[in-house]
């Protein structure tokens, strides 16, 4: 799915699906990504803050390349962060600047 600068303020996505999907430069302000599945997805500048509840469920080959993050929703994200995403060639731990 194409979901580039889409907004998605304060909206529940928990349990969404977003395999493979563009989300590039997305708003993501608050909202509730508790359990989604960012598969391969290519969230690139996009705008988290606030209190987003960012704990998906699976992140594998996701791209988060310049998306600022909180620090405790990188260390989540981190703890998870396998694979390298198929489009960008980036590998998920290094799009989060992992340690």
Same mark, same amino acid.
């Given at each position: 799915?194409?979901?580039?600068?889409?907004?998605?303020?304060?909206?529940?996505?928990? %349990?969404? %699906?977003?395999?493979?999907?563009? *989300?590039?430069?997305?708003?993501?302000? *608050?909202? %509730? +990504?508790?359990?989604?599945?960012?598969?391969?997805?290519?969230?690139? !500048?996009?705008?988290?803050?606030?209190?987003?509840? *960012? !704990? #998906?469920?699976?992140? !594998?080959?996701?791209?988060?390349?310049?998306?600022?993050?909180?620090?405790?929703? +990188?260390?989540? +994200?981190?703890? *998870?962060?396998?694979?390298?995403? #198929?489009?960008?060639?980036?590998?998920?731990? !290094?799009?989060?600047?992992? #340690?």
């Amino acid at each position: 799915a194409k979901l580039v600068g889409a907004g998605f303020f304060d909206a529940d996505l928990s %349990n969404c %699906n977003f395999t493979g999907a563009n *989300m590039s430069q997305t708003n993501l302000e *608050m909202s %509730n +990504l508790k359990g989604a599945v960012l598969k391969n997805a290519i969230i690139k !500048e996009a705008y988290v803050s606030g209190a987003t509840k *960012m !704990e #998906p469920k699976d992140i !594998e080959g996701a791209d988060f390349s310049d998306t600022y993050l909180r620090k405790d929703q +990188l260390k989540y +994200l981190c703890s *998870m962060a396998t694979g390298t995403n #198929p489009v960008t060639g980036i590998d998920t731990a !290094e799009s989060l600047n992992c #340690p």
